[in-house]
């Protein structure tokens, strides 16, 4: 059950890193494309 749980948290950690990367990522091709 612990080890699960683990790694179920390691999951949504690098998942909302991938996210926050692309996230991050839009908002400089949004800005640049405003400009």
């Known amino acids: 059950?612990?080890?699960g749980l683990l790694a179920t948290l390691?999951?949504?950690f690098f998942h909302h890193?991938?996210?926050s990367?692309?996230?991050?990522k839009?908002?400089?091709l949004r800005l640049r494309?405003?400009?």
Not at 21 to 24: A, G
């Open 33 to 35: 494309h405003i400009r």
């Open 26 to 28: 839009n908002t400089q």
């Open 17 to 19: 890193l991938s996210f």
């Open 1 to 3: 059950m612990q080890e």
């Open 10 to 12: 390691i999951l949504f």
């Open 21 to 24: 990367c692309l996230t991050y």
